[in-house]
Every structure is written in C-alpha cells, then in structure tokens.
Nanobody
Framework: QVQLVESGGGLVQAGGSLRLSCAAS????????MGWYRQAPGKQREMVAR???????IYASSVKGRFTISRDNAKNAVFLQMNRLKPEDTAVYYC????????WGRGTQVTVSS
C-alpha cells in the first residue's frame, strides 16, 4: 500500500554533506522502526541507520558519528543527514521499515568523489 520515494542524492566531494529524504505515500505511524539502507556495486544491501517511533536510533559502525537519521511520522517522512562523506559511502540509498515490510523504492544515488 505505502509507496516510498527517496530523494536528495547526488555527487559530492569527500568531506561534503548531503541530506536524503524519504517520502511515504501513506502513514508510517504503525511501523515501529524505519531505516536507511544502501547498496554499493558488488555488495549486499546493508542497513546504515535505524530509528524507532520512540526515537531510539542505531547506526552501522561505518557511519556512526557522521550520519543522523530523523523521522517525522506526522509528515510520513524519514531523513538521513550525511556529513563528512567518504568515497566508500558511494551507493544507492533506500528507505524502508525494519524488518522490510514495504516495496522498495527506486532509491537515490549518492556518489562521493575523492
């Protein structure tokens, strides 16, 4: 039922910042945990950040201290602020629930150059 649309990706130099947005077409109020995932070429999709409806967050060690997830249930949106980006952050970024409950969106490409 709920459709997810990611946006905000782009090309940025190492050390730069991007803010990703995830807009849901329906309510995410009933979803306890929403997260951001990424998939780089030749790699499995991995979760990089997670937030419960109560505001509890978990980050992958590779992004901890650099990425910040936020969630606005009233606006049916999830955000990912990415700072001090590294080339290894290059990937397609997706949002979804944890566990995955919704169809994947198209994702948004993040490319970090050296």
């Amino acid at each position: 039922q709920v459709q997810l649309v990611e946006s905000g990706g782009g090309l940025v130099q190492a050390g730069g910042s991007l803010r990703l947005s995830c807009a849901a077409s329906g309510s995410i109020f009933g979803i306890n945990a929403m997260g951001w995932y990424r998939q780089a070429p030749g790699k499995q999709r991995e979760m990089v950040a997670r937030m419960t409806s109560g505001g509890i967050t978990i980050y992958a060690s590779s992004v901890k201290g650099r990425f910040t997830i936020s969630r606005d249930n009233a606006k049916n949106a999830v955000f990912l602020q990415m700072n001090r980006l590294k080339p290894e952050d290059t990937a397609v970024y997706y949002c979804n629930a944890d566990p995955v409950l919704l169809p994947w969106g198209r994702g948004t490409q993040v490319t970090v150059s050296s």
